[in-house]
Every structure is written in C-alpha cells, then in structure tokens.
T-cell receptor
C-alpha cells in the first residue's frame, strides 16, 4: 500500500529566510504524481506545487520549489524568502492510478517576523 | 461558482441524529472526492465519484456513511446515527477528470457531535 510520511510535525522560520519541509513516500508504482498542499486556518486546502514522477526536473512555483529524488522516494518542499502569509499546515500528497490522494500527517509551519 | 462550495460550514448535532453534508463542485469537473480530517490529522479518503458513479467507496468507515451524486454535479454525504467519533472536518474536492488532475478543495464542513 502507498504511504506518505512527513516526519516534521512543526517547523519554524524567520521572515525572509528559507525553510525546507520533508516528505517521503512508499509505492511500487512507476507513474504517479506528488503534491504539496497548504492549509491555512480557513481550512481550505490550497495547491502549492505539483510534480510528475516521470519528469526529472524539479517543479518550481515562484518562491516554492521541490527537491524530487525518485530513487530515494523523497519529495521535499523549499520555501524561499518566507513571508508571514506562508504560515499554515503543509501536507504532502501522492496520487497514482487509483485516483485518490494519499496525504501525510502534515507539518505546521510558523513564520516569525 | 468559481470554486468548490460546501454547506453547511459548521454543523453541531446530537449523537444518534442523521446529518447531510453538501458539496457543489466546480462547473465542468467530472470527478468529485470526499475526505475526512480529524483534529490534528491529515486527510483520510472516503469516496470518489466519476460522473454519478462511485468507482471507489473503499474509504467509507462504516455502513452508516453513504454518498450520492446526481446530475454529475452536486454530491451529498450522509451520516446516519452519528457517533462522537464522526466529529471531524469533511472536505470535498473536484477535478476536471480523474487521472491525476489537480484536485480543488472546498472550505469543508466542521461536524461536531455532542
């Protein structure tokens, strides 16, 4: 069965600094997608970034980038130039041909001024 | 509407009552998903619809849980004879199709069972 593990329940970063959130996963599939979602206190899950497993190039979206290591089954999220609005729960998620997202337990990110 | 809409936003009910949660997906999205998020936890998959049919109901916790989707649009999740362990946030998501398209989430319904 596929699993997603986020080993950091909480992280903190100072405004304007860089922080990396870790995620590992386990699967026997070769074709799948990985996502990072952000959940602020409003509860809505907001898609931050998406990575296709068949692409070697790491995805980037403005200040957000990933380090995708397929062999190691690792998918970390790097947030550069952190802003107060980045404070939220961050969830790593996996999907393959079963069409259901499998989520990690989340990392709570605090951003200090 | 522009996004996934869920109602009610919050629901408080007594143990043993039935509840209905509603999800209105983004127009044109054929795939619809229900997830449950217990306090401090990640999201747990409940059920997935492609059009009006549910290819995967594997996540429904018990036979007290059911869901339907009509007209390929609105979906309702029904919980019968609610128990305190049903207290959670129920999130709905939709996507253009299945096959790994990004899922767009609603704000969820916070269900509290007294």
């Amino acid at each position: 069965a596929q699993t997603v593990t986020q080993s950091q329940p909480e992280m903190s970063v100072q405004e304007a600094e860089t922080v990396t959130l870790s995620c590992t996963y386990d699967t026997s599939e070769s074709d799948y997608y990985l996502f990072w979602y952000k959940q602020p206190p409003s509860r809505q899950m907001i898609l931050v970034i998406r990575q296709e497993a068949y692409k070697q190039q790491n995805a980037t979206e403005n200040r957000f980038s990933v380090n995708f290591q397929k062999a190691a089954k690792s998918f970390s999220l790097k947030i550069s130039d952190s802003q107060l609005g980045d404070a939220a729960m961050y969830f790593c998620a996996y999907i393959s041909n079963t069409d259901k997202l499998i989520f990690g337990t989340g990392t709570r990110l605090q951003v200090f001024p | 509407g522009a996004g996934v809409s869920q109602s009610p936003s919050n629901k408080v009910t007594e143990k043993g009552k039935d509840v209905e949660l509603r999800c209105d997906p983004i127009s044109g999205h054929t795939a619809l998903y229900w997830y449950r998020q217990s306090l401090g936890q990640g999201l747990e998959f409940l059920i997935y619809f492609q059009g009006n049919s549910a290819p995967d109901k594997s996540g429904l916790p018990s036979d007290r849980f059911s869901a339907e989707r009509t007209g390929g649009s609105v979906s309702t999740l029904t919980i019968q004879r609610t128990q305190q362990e049903d207290s959670a946030v129920y999130l709905c998501a939709s996507s253009l199709s299945s096959s790994n398209q990004p899922q767009h989430f609603g704000d969820g319904t916070r269900l509290s069972i007294l």
